[in-house]
């Protein structure tokens, strides 16, 4: 009982999250994934491979962050450090279209579809680290 709960579960959150959620629960093998996925908030994504797909799963569909309880003011500025391929940075721009957002990606192939999912924000490849 415990492995069909566990499945249902998995399945229904990508139901709630992603609006082309079939792409997502009835794959048509193991290795195929969707090269973009919209989903139920608005957002857009082109993606590579499953993990991005956790990512969107994990900061929309699960509001890891606590983004939905976040309350910004019009003009607020949003800095996206390690933005991977943007889903932060799209999500933030949904729920608050006027913040200005500055995104941080320092890997190409990330930025890459940075570029792509977040045309918005203002776009840096390159790391942010301390130095001596």
């Given at each position: 009982?415990?492995?069909?709960?566990k499945?249902f579960?998995?399945?229904?959150d990508?139901?709630?999250?992603?609006?082309?959620?079939?792409?997502?629960?009835?794959?048509?093998?193991?290795?195929y994934?969707?090269k973009?996925i919209?989903?139920?908030?608005?957002?857009k994504?082109?993606?590579?491979h499953?993990?991005?797909?956790?990512?969107?799963?994990?900061?929309?569909?699960?509001d890891?962050?606590?983004?939905k309880?976040?309350?910004?003011?019009?003009?607020a500025?949003v800095?996206d450090?390690?933005a991977?391929?943007?889903?932060f940075?799209?999500?933030?721009?949904?729920?608050?279209?006027?913040?200005?957002?500055?995104?941080y990606?320092?890997?190409i192939?990330?930025?890459?579809?940075?570029?792509?999912?977040?045309?918005?924000a203002?776009l840096?490849?390159?790391?942010?680290?301390k130095?001596?």
């Open positions: 009982m415990g492995e069909i709960y499945r579960y998995k399945n229904f990508k139901l709630r999250t992603f609006k082309d959620w079939y792409k997502v629960c009835f794959p048509v093998s193991h290795f994934f969707p973009t919209k989903t139920r908030l608005g957002p994504f082109n993606i590579r499953w993990t991005d797909l956790t990512i969107i799963r994990e900061v929309i569909g699960r890891t962050y606590g983004i309880n976040l309350l910004l003011k019009n003009d500025v800095v450090i390690g991977h391929i943007g889903v940075s799209a999500y933030i721009h949904t729920l608050f279209p006027t913040a200005k957002i500055y995104s990606e320092p890997d192939e990330n930025f890459d579809l940075l570029k792509i999912n977040a045309p918005f203002r840096f490849n390159m790391g942010i680290a130095t001596k």
